[in-house]
């Protein structure tokens, strides 16, 4: 309307304009009722401008007057929904603060104001209730939410979390199931589901699982290839402790499937060798070894390599683990391995050499008692001392030799394997979960002779000598005899004790 009247202004305005211009006055006549006007063209194309001003204006307050209670509603429900926003915010930050009892006031208020947003208010009443301690309240609210389909996954979820804190785990699993039967990308419910078969030992389950998440674009490719590699070799794990043939058989092939599937994933390449060398394939079991440590260099991946062979000698040892290591020369664990197998010929040459390739790497336990070993070979006590007195408060690496008393790498019970999974899959890393519990575990620190030397008799004097350090006269009182000295102690005797075999250190050939 208000275009409309500016293009019948701009018209009769260019119309008058173009009148002037031409300096024709004109001449207009009205009659209208018996009554007769005589103007100019100008004076009418004015008075018509003027006519239709007024009429546009008194048309506009018109429709203004009709639409006042139209208009004040409007403005009421604005502000009833800017309220409403207002303590739909404020009972949700009350919820994240865990203020149960201004929640659940704040809820209240916003089911008077927020008629438009059922589903905000249904779940702020239930956080509310579940953040106030009110678990049957709580269970009421997020019931009453299955029966609608926008709010149905929301209220499986909150059921779920809630029968997870009360223990009830056959109730927690059904309702992470029939949120994952009804929405592809619930990556909770996955996750509930994936961690409910972990627990129970599923692995075949999980990797059902693990397959749908990647096919529904739940977890990312990568992930999902970890996974897929992780689990066989948990299956592997867990059938290779029985006695059965066939089972054994089985755990062999889980196990090459997982370092087929990731050569990185030790584990899996760990057991896959020792049950290729059980079944008289020791070649099959160098080379899976060796592909391992091409693509990561692991301690057990060395540690499995060098007990494939049981009949060689400490020379051939040596040169057979040197030559693992010559495989991924520059990563830590090879550089470790060069001064392992070093040590294992009693080259003291060899070993400061390679040793020196480690000066730069941060001092922990494990490099602490190599380096102790590698200078006591190379006939330094002194200096073997000072890195035994580092590797004392250095820290600790895990050490994965020795999960098991027979120094079977990988040995975990179930729960160990699940939390394993779940942490290669997600982030590509290994745990131990013995050394994250700080379970006792055999010192990165040799035993070495040094290590029990008895300094007493360096700092003992010998009869009729000088003492080993300046005595002022003058300290003491001139009528009192200054004390004597202390006796001189006899070596102590180093006691007996058991050598036991360390991760760090050379073991004897099986």
Known sequence: MIRAG?????????????????????????????WRADMTAAALVVLTLFGALTSLAFWRLL????????????????????????VLTRGFLAVAAGDGTEARRLAAKAADLAEDAPGLVRLLAAQAAEAAGDVIAAQAAYSAMLGFPEMRLAGHKGLMLLAQGQGDRATALRHAEEAYGQAKAARWAWRALLEARLADGDWDGARDLVKAALERKIVSPIVAERGRAALPAASAAGL???AEAKARSLAADFAAEAAKLAPGFAPGVVMAARLLAAQGKPSRAVQVIEAAWKV?????????????????????????????????????????LAVEAALVSGDATAAAEAAKTLEAEPVTARIAGLMARVAF?????????????RGVTAPREADWSDLDPEGRAFAYQPGDWARLVTSYAETGD?????????????????????????????????????????IDEGFFD????????????????????????????????K
Request: net charge positive; hydrophobic share 40%; proline share 14%.
């Open 478 to 509: 001139d009528d009192e005899p200054p004390p004597p000295l202390p006796p001189t102690p006899r070596p102590a005797q180093r006691r007996p004790s058991g050598r036991r075999r360390l991760a760090s250190g050379p073991r004897a050939a």
């Open 377 to 389: 070979l190379g006939g330094r006590p002194d200096e073997a001392r000072v890195w035994m007195a």
């Open 430 to 470: 290994l745990i131990h979960p013995r050394h994250e519990r700080a379970e006792r575990v055999m010192s990165e620190l040799p035993e070495l002779p040094i290590s029990y030397a008895d300094p007493a008799p360096l700092l003992a004097a010998e009869p009729g000598a000088a003492p080993p350090y300046p």
């Open 240 to 242: 290779e402790s029985t």
């Open 296 to 336: 990561a260099p692991h301690p057990a991946l060395w540690l499995a390599y060098r007990d494939l062979k049981t009949n060689e000698t400490p020379r051939q040892r040596s040169a057979r683990l040197a030559a693992l290591a010559a495989l991924n020369a520059p990563a830590r664990e090879s550089r470790i």
């Open 63 to 86: 429709l203004w007057v009709i639409e006042a209670p139209r208009r004040a509603e409007r403005t009421r429900q604005e502000t009833r929904r800017r309220q409403a926003g207002e």
């Open 6 to 34: 500016v293009a019948v202004v701009v018209v009769l305005a260019l119309a008058v304009a173009v009148l002037a211009l031409a300096g024709e006055a004109g001449h207009a006549s009205i009659i209208w009722m018996g």
